[in-house]
């Protein structure tokens, strides 16, 4: 099994949509939670991190953590074409042992 | 603020040949890491350093790979020699302090070929 799951997509949604995009994960371990956005041929830029479980809200994104089930999400609302990209899902613990998902890609169709 | 540089941003070199790779990172970030992206997958962790000295180095292939932070500003990442599975893009990031969750801040990375 590895450490962290992810469906690699891609996933094709229309303008407007909300998207959900998760991760699953195996080491209890973890505390860390983030979201990344990378665009082609450009570097991951960070877009939401939580500790612990719960839930974090900014403008159209909100992350989820439940970590009794070792899952963790990611909304969109109002999808835009700007919005397609590979979405990374990452987590941490002891501010180390970094360890990143595979990627979901995401079309959003004008 | 300036972003984490990154140099070169293409390199092809042909197996068992040496290449490095050099990162600026943000002014002030205590933090730096390297990273490995295979096509197709996620960013995999070679080695965290904080300030000079290494944090987590439990990833990097120590046979052949080496990296080096001094001062605690810049950073190099050599490959040597190099093997056909080395083909990926490196990843260098920086934070403020690398302690929980405070953000990594990503350079563009270097696209490396093995012919």
């Known amino acids: 099994q590895k450490e962290v799951e992810q469906d690699p997509g891609p996933l094709s949604v229309p303008e407007g949509a909300i998207v959900s995009l998760n991760c699953t994960y195996s080491?209890?371990?973890?505390?860390?939670f983030m979201w990344y956005r990378q665009y082609s041929r450009k570097g991951p830029e960070l877009l939401m991190y939580?500790?612990?479980?719960g839930n974090k809200e900014d403008g159209r994104f909100t992350a989820q953590v439940d970590k009794s089930s070792k899952y963790i999400s990611l909304f969109i609302r109002d999808s835009q074409p700007s919005d397609s990209a590979t979405y990374l899902c990452?987590?941490?613990?002891?501010?180390?042992?970094?360890?990143f998902g595979p990627g979901t890609r995401l079309s959003v169709l004008p | 603020e300036a972003g984490v540089a990154q140099s070169p941003r293409y390199k092809i070199i042909e197996k068992r040949q040496s290449v490095a790779f050099w990162c600026n990172p943000i002014?002030?970030?205590?933090?730096l890491y390297w990273y490995q992206q295979i096509l197709g997958q996620g960013p995999k962790l070679l080695i965290q350093?904080?300030?000079?000295?290494?944090?987590?180095d439990s990833q990097l292939p120590k046979d052949r790979f080496s990296a080096e932070r001094l001062k605690g500003v810049d950073s190099t990442l050599k490959i040597q020699p190099a093997k056909l599975e080395d083909s990926a893009v490196y990843l260098c990031?920086?934070?403020?302090?690398?302690?929980?969750?405070?953000?990594?801040?990503f350079g563009d990375g270097t696209r490396l070929s093995i012919l």
């Open positions: 990031a920086s934070s403020s302090s690398g302690r929980g969750a405070e953000p990594q801040h």
């Open positions: 080491n209890s371990a973890f505390q860390y």
């Open positions: 939580t500790y612990s479980s």
């Open positions: 990452a987590m941490s613990y002891y501010g180390q042992n970094f360890v």
């Open positions: 002014s002030g970030h205590a933090t």
């Open positions: 350093f904080q300030n000079n000295g290494v944090v987590d």
